[in-house]
């Protein structure tokens, strides 16, 4: 570890908290339809889109019709992305001629990019047209971004109305989210990219003659002569850009935010990082001020800060110490090089900044990637692993965070209302017990998901262990690591794994479905329980929420309840990884 | 329900229209009025042909160009299949490849060869490699192309490209560069 590195993750950290503020504040209003700058540009396309489709602004709905409209336009924008993909061969944008997607890998795509996952089982510049990648995988940046948006403010609405039926509009949220926060700060951040060197183009392929021929030797024991380099290109910028800001992640290369087209400067990732957290940040201060009490907000998003630094500091420490089985290396860092484990690392990047992304990519549900989280140590790997298996609560995905977050927050009161004897209360709610079974729900969704079908894909030597990469407890890892990447949304992969099987495509699909749809039914019902509710004056044996002692005791939740239940895995996984690492044990 | 179902599909179509096809080509448009080159790729002509990218790494082995870091794209640094190795810590291949790696580029010296140098990276296409890797080399570059030792250094040095703002990033060599200038 170098004081640079730790200078660019403070420099990191201070711009997000400067930043929260201003962006919850904006949200606030967004949300609340109140006046905002971008209102006379803005309003009239607003009414435009309401009228065409038939949408009545004003209505407001309850949280089952709530949950059926974005159940119904998840749907019609999956079926869309299915179309495109397997339809590509046939429509314009295709200067490869990619042909049309097939079944299976289209299914898992759709459902991928529906569930803002962007879990990716093909390889994008041999797969995917230039019309697939815009038309059917980045508006689903924007939508499944702006659905957890409007799923977020529901949920804070629900907190913060009292003796309430609805939780608002979903189609006036979804929009709103859209018009006046995802599209314009995409719009700028792309061309900021593309002045970093982000590609934006519709051009095919370029073909560029080496400088230095290269005589390689095939699998067959050939050799061959390679005088040529084939550059992929496309409208990367454009998609790079809602990429990040909708922690989606999905790249529009193979190696995502490693690729010099997708990531080209040090600054580019600095920008990019900042883009996953900004929104998830801004939330919790647009939490504050809807519920009406911003320094409730201020101790969620301390919790959140305390979760990133642990893992931030856990993975550039391990990555700084490199591997020590690879003899006769130099890898310590100096004023020449960052030193520490350089496999599946970029040079530019360095170790800090490719600790500090793996963590960022994973506290959200983002799962961009700007280096091969497969090679990193096996406790530099598996902090992006219990940064996911934790719900993705620390700043989160977009919208996703701050619910899974309220969830937590919901036991964490109910924890502290048991340990006094009353009746947990949170922000004036009573939390009966309708709430705290829907939140351990929740809450147990998503381990079943993840460890079940792990479970059935090690004991599955012909469909599970034949796809592994790497052997030994990195293998089960690499399984384990796929089903908690599906099931958390998030996207990122121990990329090893060849997940383009038709057991782990359609598996992968499943997890992904539920570990999305099924875990926002109990969410938007606690929401809906919660606005009926009266409030309860504070008394003097109400537990205040917007202190450090709340930060301790949700951190602590947060946890227990995720160490509780992984803990068996993990250390059959990287645990005993790194215990055999140290050993000098290979495989 | 019925509502609903109609409303989705009108406007699953419409924002596709903005967000898939307006929105990307707005961005093309601005970008390529006002940043050409970038939004095209940075390519480097010489005599009318594309010779590389100056993002895209490009792979050098022979003993009178610096060598760049493994790769794990397509052969040749293919940018159309960009990949890492994905081998993790305790795989006995990684072990292995390192090791061939290392032989090679030590070439029998006993100075402990730069990390960089013997690992692939993330994307297999890193256009760069450390200040220490390219200085490591030097000796064999001058060697080979009959240069001085303090020419090449000096080179090298001028090829340093700094910290961001000079603090963001790591200092690096773009390999391209450095080896099209050894060649003039």
């Known amino acids: 570890m170098t004081l640079n590195g730790w200078l660019q993750i403070a420099v990191f950290i201070a711009a997000i908290l400067l930043l929260a503020k201003p962006m919850g504040s904006y949200m606030t209003r967004v949300f609340d339809r109140r006046k905002t700058l971008l209102d006379p540009l803005l309003s009239p396309c607003e009414r435009l889109l309401y009228r065409v489709t038939g949408i009545n602004a004003e209505a407001e709905m309850r949280w089952t019709e709530y949950a059926l409209a974005m159940l119904v336009f998840s749907a019609a924008t999956l079926l869309l992305t299915y179309i495109v993909e397997r339809l590509q061969g046939r429509l314009p944008f295709n200067p490869q001629h990619l042909p049309g997607v097939e079944s299976a890998l289209a299914l898992n795509t759709a459902i991928s990019f529906t569930t803002n996952t962007n879990w990716q089982s093909y390889v994008p510049e041999s797969t995917m047209s230039y019309l697939t990648q815009m038309l059917g995988l980045a508006t689903h940046n924007f939508w499944s971004a702006a659905v957890g948006l409007a799923l977020a403010i529901a949920f804070v609405r629900g907190i913060a109305r009292r003796e309430s039926k609805t939780l608002g509009n979903f189609w006036v949220d979804l929009t709103r989210g859209t018009l006046w926060i995802l599209l314009p700060l995409s719009l700028v951040f792309a061309l900021v990219l593309v002045s970093q060197g982000v590609v934006q183009n519709f ?43 909708g922690t989606n992640g999905g790249g529009f290369f ?59 500091l856990t993975v ?5 110490h490199g591997n020590p089985l690879l003899p006769h290396v130099d890898s310590r860092a100096s004023l020449t090089q960052s030193g520490g484990n350089m496999e599946g690392k970029e040079v530019r990047f360095g170790i800090a900044n490719s600790a500090l992304f793996a963590t960022v990519t994973t506290d959200a549900s983002c799962g961009a990637v700007n280096g091969m989280h497969d090679s990193f140590t096996p406790l530099g790997g598996m902090v992006p692993m219990i940064n996911i298996l934790l719900g993705e609560v620390v700043f989160g995905g977009v919208g996703a965070g701050l619910y899974g977050m309220l969830v937590f ?3 964490a009161v109910f924890i502290a209302g048991l340990m006094v004897g009353r009746t947990p209360e949170y922000l004036g709610k009573k939390i009966e017990s309708f709430d705290v079974q829907m939140a351990m729900l929740y809450l147990l969704i998503f381990p079943l998901l993840i460890l079940g079908f792990s479970a059935v894909s090690v004991l599955l030597p012909k469909l599970g262990l034949s796809s592994l990469a790497n052997h030994g407890p990195h293998g089960l890892s690499e399984i384990l690591y796929a089903y908690t990447s599906a099931t958390g949304n998030n996207g990122s992969a121990f990329a090893g794994l060849n997940a383009n099987t038709p057991w782990f495509n359609y598996s992968i699909a499943i997890a992904m479905f539920f570990g999305r749809f099924i875990m926002i039914v109990p969410m938007l019902a ?38 509780l239940t992984f803990c068996p895995v993990l250390s059959l996984g990287p645990v005993l990884e790194d215990l055999l690492l140290r050993a000098g044990q290979t495989f | 329900m019925k509502q609903h179902v109609l409303i989705a599909l009108r406007y699953t179509l419409i924002t596709a229209l903005l967000l898939g096809i307006v929105y990307p080509l707005a961005v093309t448009g601005i970008a390529s009025l006002t940043m050409r080159n970038k939004a095209n790729g940075q390519l480097l002509f010489r005599d009318g042909q594309v010779i590389g990218s100056a993002l895209i790494g490009q792979p050098f082995t022979g003993p009178g160009f610096f060598h760049s870091r493994p790769s794990s794209a ?5 940018a159309s299949a960009s990949s890492g190795s994905n081998y993790g810590p305790t795989s006995k291949t990684l072990v ?37 890797a390219a200085l490591y080399q030097v000796p064999r570059v001058a060697r080979e192309r009959h240069l001085s030792e303090a020419r090449v250094d000096a080179l090298v040095r001028q090829h340093i490209t700094p910290r961001q703002f000079g603090l963001l990033g790591e200092p690096h060599v773009n390999l391209l560069s450095l080896n099209l200038a050894l060649a003039r």
């Open chain 1, 203 to 245: 051009k095919s392929y370029d073909t560029v003659k080496l400088v230095e021929p290269q005589t390689v030797t095939g699998a067959d024991g050939k050799t061959s002569t390679i005088t040529t380099q084939t550059i992929a290109q496309g409208p990367v910028a454009s998609q790079e850009a809602i990429k990040m800001l």
């Open chain 1, 254 to 312: 193979n190696t995502n935010s490693a690729h010099p087209f997708e990531n080209p400067t040090a600054l580019s990732n600095l920008l990019q990082m900042l883009a996953i957290f900004l929104i998830p940040a801004g939330l919790t201060v647009t939490l504050g001020q809807m519920v009406g009490s911003p320094k409730h907000g201020w101790a969620v998003l301390a919790a959140m800060v305390v979760l990133w630094f642990a893992g931030t």
């Open chain 1, 316 to 320: 550039y420490s391990a990555e700084s």
């Open chain 1, 409 to 411: 927050v919901v036991m």
């Open chain 1, 526 to 563: 606690i929401a809906g329980n919660l606005a009926g509710k009266k409030i309860v004056p504070a008394s003097a044996g109400t537990f205040p929420v917007t202190t450090p002692l709340f930060t301790i005791l949700l951190t602590g939740v947060i946890v227990i309840v995720g160490a």
């Open chain 2, 74 to 78: 397509g052969a040749g640094y293919d």
């Open chain 2, 96 to 132: 292995e490849r390192v090791e061939a790696s290392v032989r090679s580029e030590s070439a029998g010296t006993s100075t402990p060869v730069p990390i960089d140098l013997v690992t692939a990276s993330g994307s297999g296409l890193d256009p760069d490699i450390t200040p220490a």
